[in-house]
């Protein structure tokens, strides 16, 4: 971490501030191991999740295991639709970097599974609840595989 620069103001309301400008540099080195398929489903511009059989509990994300019956579960493609439960402006970009702000940030509950996702939506206003979003990719390689993923509108709410 490096402090790159500062600056000084006053607000409108006459309170003075400071910014301090602070480059980080983070390395990551993920584990795929099992999720090695949903790794690759996102290369391919799939989400994909996990399925019990036995009982047929369903996960996103995917688990290897199901906690009701400890069988291994398997994986299957999902439509990558669902809708909006919540979502919010985002004005500080996060720590990984890859995304520009301000950007929409949604809970979204993905069709066909059990779960759901909290991602970026390429939106310039807020989606209502329940508006109709679905996953695209892009074929730049980002510093996280999720990156390339982006939720775009489908179906406003009326
Ligand atoms: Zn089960």
Redesign the pocket.
């Known amino acids: 971490m490096r402090v790159t620069g500062a600056e000084r103001g006053t607000t409108p309301s006459g309170d003075r501030y400071s910014l301090l400008r602070i480059e980080m540099a983070q390395r990551y080195r993920h584990a795929v191991g099992s999720a090695d398929p949903f790794y690759r489903g996102l290369e391919n511009g799939v989400l994909r999740a996990t399925e019990?059989?036995?009982?047929?509990?369903t996960w996103f994300p995917p688990r290897r295991f199901?906690?009701?019956?400890?069988?291994e579960?398997t994986w299957y493609d999902l439509p990558g639709t669902g809708r909006i439960m919540a979502a919010t402006r985002v004005h500080v970009p996060p720590p990984f970097g890859g995304i520009d702000v301000p950007y929409i940030l949604a809970s979204i509950r993905l069709d066909g599974v059990d779960g759901g996702i909290t991602h970026r939506v390429a939106a310039s206003d807020i989606p209502e609840r329940g508006t109709v979003v679905a996953a695209t990719f892009s074929d730049r390689q980002p510093a996280h595989p999720l990156l390339r993923m982006a939720f775009a509108v489908k179906e406003e709410i009326a």
């Open positions: 019990c059989p036995d009982c047929g509990s199901c906690d009701a019956d400890l069988s579960t």
